[in-house]
C-alpha cells in the first residue's frame, strides 16, 4: 500500500509543476519506493523469473502480484480522497487499446531499468541518480503507468471530468502494457545471465 501511496504523492506534485519538472519530480516516488522497499505492482514483474527458475509456482506468482497490485490501489485511492489534487487525464481518456498496451511497455521497460540499476548501485546517493533518469524519460514521453494512473485518472473522477468507465478502458491495456514490459526486461537480462 505504501508503494500506491508513494508513487500518487509523486503524481500529485508532478501535475503541480511545470512539465519540464514533471519527470523529475515523479521519480521522487520510485525513489521512496527503491529507498524505502516499498512493493509497487510494477517493479514486481522482475520476479517472473522467480517462477521461471522454479522458485515459487505460477499460482503464487499471480497472487502476489494481484496483492500488491489491489493494495498499491488502495494506497493511491487514500491520496486521492484526501489531497484535494485533480489532473487533467484528456490525453489518457483518449488512447486506444493498442496505443495504451505500448506506453504501457514502455514506461514498465523503463521503470524496471531503474529498479535494476538501483539495485546495482552500490550508494543511496547512486540508487537515487540512476532512478531520475528513467522515470524522467518515460514522463517526458507521456508513457502509462497503472499504478500513477490509479491517482490520475480518480483524481479526475473526483472532479467530474472522468469516469470510472474511462478509468477500466485505460487501465485494463496499461496494466497489460505494463506486465509485457517488465516480463521483457526481466525474461532478457535472465536469458543474457545463461
Known amino acids: 500500500m505504501l508503494a500506491g501511496i508513494f508513487i500518487a504523492l509523486a503524481a500529485c506534485g508532478s501535475v503541480s509543476v511545470s512539465p519540464d519538472l514533471a519527470g523529475i519530480i515523479f521519480s521522487t516516488g520510485l525513489i521512496m519506493v527503491i529507498i524505502g522497499g516499498a512493493e509497487l505492482f510494477t517493479g514486481n514483474c522482475?520476479?517472473?523469473?522467480?517462477?521461471?527458475?522454479?522458485k515459487t509456482s505460477l499460482g503464487s506468482l499471480m497472487s502476489r502480484w494481484t496483492k500488491v497490485y489491489i493494495a498499491n490501489f488502495i494506497g493511491a485511492m487514500l491520496v486521492v480522497l484526501t489531497s484535494g489534487i485533480h489532473a487533467d487525464v484528456t490525453q489518457k481518456l483518449n488512447?486506444?487499446?493498442?496505443?495504451?498496451?505500448?506506453?504501457?511497455?514502455?514506461?514498465?521497460?523503463?521503470?524496471?531499468?531503474?529498479?535494476?540499476?538501483?539495485?546495482?548501485?552500490?550508494?543511496?546517493?547512486?540508487?537515487?541518480?540512476?532512478?531520475i533518469?528513467?522515470?524522467?524519460?518515460?514522463?517526458?514521453c507521456g508513457f502509462e503507468h497503472s499504478i500513477a494512473n490509479m491517482?490520475?485518472?480518480?483524481?479526475a473522477i473526483m472532479a467530474g471530468t472522468a469516469t470510472w468507465s474511462g478509468f477500466i478502458?485505460?487501465?485494463?491495456?496499461?496494466?497489460?502494457?505494463?506486465?509485457?514490459?517488465?516480463?521483457?526486461?526481466?525474461?532478457?537480462?535472465?536469458?543474457?545471465?545463461?
Open 46 to 54: 522482475l520476479t517472473i523469473t522467480d517462477w521461471i527458475d522454479g
Open 151 to 155: 491517482f490520475f485518472i480518480p483524481s
Open 169 to 194: 478502458i485505460n487501465i485494463v491495456p496499461v496494466t497489460m502494457g505494463n506486465m509485457f514490459g517488465g516480463v521483457l526486461v526481466a525474461y532478457t537480462y535472465w536469458r543474457g545471465s545463461r
Open 95 to 131: 488512447l486506444t487499446f493498442t496505443q495504451a498496451f505500448f506506453e504501457g511497455v514502455w514506461c514498465n521497460v523503463l521503470v524496471c531499468m531503474a529498479v535494476i540499476m538501483a539495485r546495482k548501485a552500490d550508494s543511496t546517493a547512486g540508487k537515487v541518480l540512476v532512478t
Open 133 to 140: 533518469f528513467p522515470v524522467w524519460l518515460f514522463v517526458a
